[in-house]
């Protein structure tokens, strides 16, 4: 789990190079969007995770094979109009 450092004043330190949390310091106050607990944490850490490119380039070859697999007819256990991928995206 990442945490936001802690800054001694709420204005950003424009002498620290790469301080990527700078612009959340005034923000510190605010709590977690989904809680503090540890499932809450775990939920939020998942949620996030779904953005980032190493989800959407993963989900992108998952999918990509997935088609190549049925369309080419070297298995079909979901054809054409590929209604178990898209049940799949709609979980």
Sequence with gaps: MKTIPKHPD???NAEVPNNY???HFPHI???SVFGDDWFSLK???FARFFGTPVFLVGQTIIVAI???LN???F?????Y???LLNLAFSL
């Design 10 to 12: 709420t204005t950003p």
């Design 21 to 23: 949390f700078r612009f």
């Design 29 to 31: 106050h605010l709590g």
């Design 43 to 45: 939920t939020e850490a």
């Design 66 to 68: 997935w088609i190549s």
């Design 71 to 73: 369309a080419t007819g």
């Design 75 to 79: 298995a079909r256990f979901d054809l």
């Design 81 to 83: 109009p590929f209604i």
